[in-house]
Nanobody
Framework: VQLQASGGGLVQAGGSLRLSCAAS????????IGWFRQAPGKEREFVAH????????HYADSVKGRFTISRDNAKNTVYLQMNSLKPEDTAVYYC?????????????????WGQGTLVTVSS
């Protein structure tokens, strides 16, 4: 599976962005997808996760209620809708695919990673 994240950009605090993670490969629908982010000088951290069917989602406490993850398996795409953005959301956002849904908050369970898209939130 090859992943490509897009949709990042510069937005003011309180604004919204929608990130997309487009995948190649016929087996996309069998993978769980996670979104992670990495701010300068910090470790990569879990943001959100969705299982293969889209029926189960998980979020980091820092984004719960503001971000929504969803997927369209017919389009081989996962989305991350980000609302009420804060300056502390500034980071490079990565999508990743895993054949398992357990321990979704660990980067080590993901087999494939996209290249990342930069989100900058100005105050």
């Amino acid at each position: 599976v090859q992943l490509q994240a897009s949709g990042g950009g510069l937005v003011q605090a309180g604004g919204s962005l929608r990130l997309s993670c487009a995948a190649s490969g016929r087996t996309f629908s069998s993978y769980a997808i996670g979104w992670f982010r990495q701010a300068p000088g910090k470790e990569r951290e879990f943001v959100a996760h969705i299982n293969w069917s889209g029926s189960v989602t998980h979020y980091a406490d820092s984004v719960k209620g503001r971000f929504t993850i969803s997927r369209d398996n017919a389009k081989n795409t996962v989305y991350l809708q980000m609302n009420s953005l804060k300056p502390e959301d500034t980071a490079v956002y990565y999508c990743a695919a895993s054949g398992y849904s357990r321990n979704y908050y660990y980067t080590s369970v993901y087999d494939y990673w996209g290249q990342g898209t930069l989100v900058t939130v100005s105050s």
